[in-house]
Structure formats: C-alpha cells, structure tokens
C-alpha cells in the first residue's frame, strides 16, 4: 500500500496546530502556535479571545507547516480535523480551514474526536497493541477507555465532575501559582512532603472519578488557615493534594487492569506529562506486569500530529465526512 500523508488540524482550545504524519506513525512536520502569555493575565483561557488568536494564526500556521515538510497540498492524502470537544468557537475555525482545504483541494475530510487524537498520540512512539486500556488524563477529561482494536472504543468510567487537569490548575490558583498551575503543581509537589490529611474522593466498586469534593476541600483549608492567621507549607499541601489525586486515578487502573485482564496501558492528555502520575502508573505497570507506553511531553498538551495519527486510522475505517460536517462543544468517544 501507498505511504498516505495525512495533515492535521487541531484548535479545540488555546493552540492553533498543523500537522502531517505519515502512515500514522512518523511524524513529517508539526507547527504549534500557543496563547499561554495571553491568556496568563487572566488565570486562565478566555474563549472569545481564543477564537480570535486562531483566525489571526490558522493559515500562518498550515502554510509553516506545508514549507517545513517541504510538500504541498497536491502531497496530501486526506485532511484530519478536530471537530469536538472543545470550546465551540475555536473549534470552528479549525474547522472551517479544513473544510475549505478540502474543497479546494479536492481532499478526504476525517473527523477526529479530540480524545481519539491523546490516545493516538501514543501510536507515535509504538504502534498500539490491542486490547489496551487508555488512561485519559487532562484538563478537560477524565477516563478509562478500553480498546481491542483501531477505532473500537469502550467507556469504562470517567469523571463525574471536574477533570483532573481542571482540578489542578483550580488548586494552583488557590495557593497562588501562576496559570498554567498544573504544571507548577507538579513540580512543587515533588519538593513537599504528605502532611496535609485530604478527603478520598471517590472510593468505590464503579471506574468513575470524583474531584470537585477534593478541590474544595483544599480551597476550605487555605480559606480557614488564611482566617487564622496562619501560613500554608505550599509544597506541603501540593505533596497532599496530588498524592490523593493520583491514587484516586492509579486505584481505579489496577481495578481495570485485573477485571478487564488487561496486558497493555496506554496514558494520554495534557495530565500525562504529570511527573508523579507518570512515577505511580510505571510502578503499577511494573508491578502488574503489563506494557506500558506514554508519549514524550511534546505529544501530551493539544498537538495536530495526534490529530493526523489518529486520522489515518479513522481514514482506513471509512470515516470520512462531507461538508456539513460541524463542530460539537460536547461529544462522546466513539
């Protein structure tokens, strides 16, 4: 079979992304425009303004990337877009480049769910071996898919409030880090020690998640210590708050590595480049003896190149839309 070329486009929230991959597994070039310094001002990611910095970046980004590969929209197979979930008015723009790319172009148009691309992500450091467990870690999602082939997605459980990622960047701004918290959490948490006693969110039979009880009783602790006059061990509470985070996530991946009998686990989102989580699902693994494989850095934040690796899958499988197709702020894996 012919190499096939997929470009990819990612904007389901603050990065404008090209990317094209070939055959789903090498990556030929990949452009990332970012917003963290704007959105830094505001603690976070203002939608409106999101959906501006795309239009201004969208075609800058796709031409960058087309010049780094030194190939031209004639090389190009199909055209993979994120299409959802996402902040609906960065979606669109994303979107709507690729539509018109694939008018003009005359080329195949691949919706690709944005959570498919983070579990694709992993096929770019080793080929996917089924039937795996994707443990899908960000700041908007937080699941346990499980796969026994390309494309054939089964929900375990998932979160049924906020995300871990949310969570995190939620607590970082509590105890004054800078946005992006999550990161910076990370980090400080290594120098802390686990003396802070927090809730266990969610401890139970079902592979479901919980942190809305475990963020706010961080916020209630540095609230009612701050009333009092006292100072919070910042490095302390980090410690506390991501060990109880993370056992909250590696408790229910031993459950489904043994029920579901498992051999191979995959991390994907923007919490798998989280150092301690990271540290617990590889001594899991180890212990388990199941593969384990989670994608460098670079492939664990909003990227096109998951997006175009998924794609070529989505490609073989025959999902291919016409141009009607449209964004969805909300959608389940499928």
Not at 141 to 156: I, S
Not at 195 to 223: E, Q, R, W
Not at 246 to 266: F, L, Q
């Amino acid at each position: 079979m012919k190499d096939l070329y997929i470009l990819g486009i990612e904007s389901s929230c603050d990065e404008t992304s090209a990317s094209i991959v070939k055959n789903g597994t090498t990556e030929i070039a990949t452009v990332i425009s970012s917003q963290i310094d704007i959105h830094k001002d505001y603690g976070g990611v203002v939608p409106e303004i999101a959906s501006r910095q795309h239009v201004k970046n969208i075609t800058i980004v796709l031409e960058e990337c087309l010049e780094k590969a030194n190939l031209t929209m004639n090389d190009i197979d199909a055209i993979a877009i994120t299409y959802g979930p996402g902040l609906i008015g960065s979606l669109l723009i994303g979107l709507e480049a690729a539509k018109t790319l694939s008018f003009i172009y005359n080329k195949p148009l691949i919706p690709v769910h944005h959570i498919a691309g983070h579990i694709y992500a992993n096929n770019l450091v080793k080929e996917l071996s089924f039937p795996l467990l994707a443990v899908v870690v960000s700041g908007g999602h937080t699941e346990l898919v499980k796969m026994t082939g390309h494309y054939k997605f089964k929900k375990l459980g998932g979160t049924l409030d906020d995300a871990i990622g949310e969570c995190y960047d939620k607590v970082a701004r509590v105890i004054g880090l800078e946005y992006p918290g999550g990161p910076k959490l990370d980090k400080l948490a290594g120098l802390g020690k686990n003396t802070y006693k927090l809730p266990v969110p969610l401890k139970d039979d079902s592979y479901n998640f919980s942190f809305s009880g475990l963020k706010s009783a961080v916020i209630n602790l540095v609230h009612n210590e701050e009333q009092r006059g006292n100072e919070i061990n910042k490095e302390d509470l980090a410690c506390s708050f991501q060990s109880v985070a993370i056992e909250e996530v590696v408790s229910k991946v031993r459950k489904a590595i043994i029920e579901e009998d498992i051999k191979n686990i995959i991390v994907a989102g923007g919490v798998a480049a989280n150092k301690g989580l990271r540290s617990k699902i590889e001594e899991l693994a180890k212990e388990l003896d199941v593969d384990l494989t989670i994608p460098p850095l670079k492939y664990c934040t909003d990227n096109a190149t998951m997006v175009a690796a998924a794609g070529y899958y989505a490609y073989l499988d025959g999902r291919v839309s016409d141009l009607r197709l449209n964004s969805k702020s909300q959608d389940v894996l499928m």
